[in-house]
C-alpha cells in the first residue's frame, strides 16, 4: 500500500510538471526612485522562484495545483482508502523578505490528514509588512491586514517520522492599507513551498519550510505591482 502512494505522488508532480509557463500574476512591482537603495534579498530556491514551472504565481498553475489536489483527494478516498483520518489545529507563523519589504504573517487554523501522503488545511491569517526604503512617506512603510487561505501538502515518506514535503497555499487577502502601498487592498495570496515535518511521540507535528510568496490582484480590478518575496514558514499542529 505504502509504494502505490509513492506511486500516487510520483503522478502528481508529473502533472505539475506537465505544462511549464513562465506567466505571472500581476505586473513586476518597481522600486521606482528606490533603486539606488540596497534591497534585501533572500535566496530563491530552483524551480521555486516567481514565474517558476512549480510556483504557484498564476491562473495555469494554481489550476494544475488545483487539480493535482483533486486527483489526490480522490485517490486516498477511494482508491487507497486509509483506515481513518486524522485532524489537528494547527498555528503557523510566516516571514517573507524580498522587494525592500518584509512582511510577518501569523495564521490559527485547522488540518485534515487525509492519508499519510496528503492533507489539506484551511487557515485564517493576520499580517503586518514594513517597507526599508527611507524616502517613503512614514504612512507607507507599515501595513496591516486579514486573510483567509486554503493549503494543499504532499508527504514524500508519508507517515514517517521525518517527513519532507512540498506545499501550496492559496486565498485571499484584504489590507486595512494598500500593499504594496501603490497597489489595492485586495489582493490573491499564494505560497509554494518545500520542507520537513517532525512528529513527536504524542502525535503533535511540528514543519519548517522555505519557499516563495506571490501577492497579486491578477489584475482584475486595478492594475496592480504584485509583491514576491522569499521567506520561511514555522508550524505547530496539535489534534483535535
Known amino acids: ?33 528606490s533603486i539606488f537603495e540596497p534591497s534585501t534579498e533572500w535566496p530563491e530556491i530552483p524551480g ?5 514551472p512549480i510556483t504557484l504565481t498564476n491562473e495555469k498553475i ?16 477511494y482508491v487507497v482508502k486509509p483506515k481513518s483520518t486524522e485532524d489537528y489545529y494547527q498555528f503557523r507563523t510566516s516571514l517573507t523578505v524580498g522587494e525592500y519589504k518584509t512582511v510577518l504573517r501569523q495564521h490559527i487554523g485547522v488540518e485534515r490528514r487525509i492519508a499519510p501522503w496528503f492533507a489539506v488545511a484551511l487557515e485564517f491569517s493576520l499580517q503586518q509588512w514594513f517597507d526599508e526604503r527611507k524616502n517613503l512617506e512614514s504612512k507607507n512603510k507599515f501595513g496591516m491586514g486579514i486573510g483567509l487561505q486554503p493549503y494543499f501538502r504532499w508527504h514524500i515518506l508519508g507517515s514517517k517520522k ?6 501550496y497555499g492559496t486565498g485571499f487577502f484584504q489590507g486595512f492599507e494598500k500593499f504594496p502601498h501603490t497597489g489595492t487592498h485586495f489582493t490573491f495570496s499564494h505560497s509554494s513551498h518545500i520542507g520537513i515535518e517532525y512528529t513527536n511521540k504524542k502525535g503533535s507535528k511540528f514543519r519548517l519550510s522555505y519557499g516563495q510568496f506571490h501577492y497579486s490582484n491578477n489584475d482584475w480590478w486595478e492594475v496592480n505591482p504584485s509583491y514576491n518575496g522569499n521567506g520561511l514558514n514555522f508550524t505547530y499542529a496539535w489534534k483535535l
Not at 11 to 17: D, K, R
Not at 48 to 52: A, D, K, N, P, S
Not at 162 to 167: A, H, T, Y
Request: hydrophobic share 45%; net charge neutral.
Open 162 to 167: 521525518w517527513s519532507p514535503f512540498l506545499e
Open 1 to 33: 500500500m505504502e509504494f502505490r502512494s509513492y506511486i500516487y505522488q510520483a503522478m502528481f508532480i508529473l502533472l505539475l510538471f506537465t505544462l511549464n509557463t513562465q506567466d505571472t500574476c500581476g505586473q513586476q512591482s518597481s522600486p521606482n526612485s
Open 62 to 77: 494554481f489550476i494544475r495545483v488545483a487539480s493535482a489536489a483533486a486527483l489526490s483527494y480522490i485517490i486516498a478516498k
Open 48 to 52: 521555486l522562484h516567481h514565474g517558476g
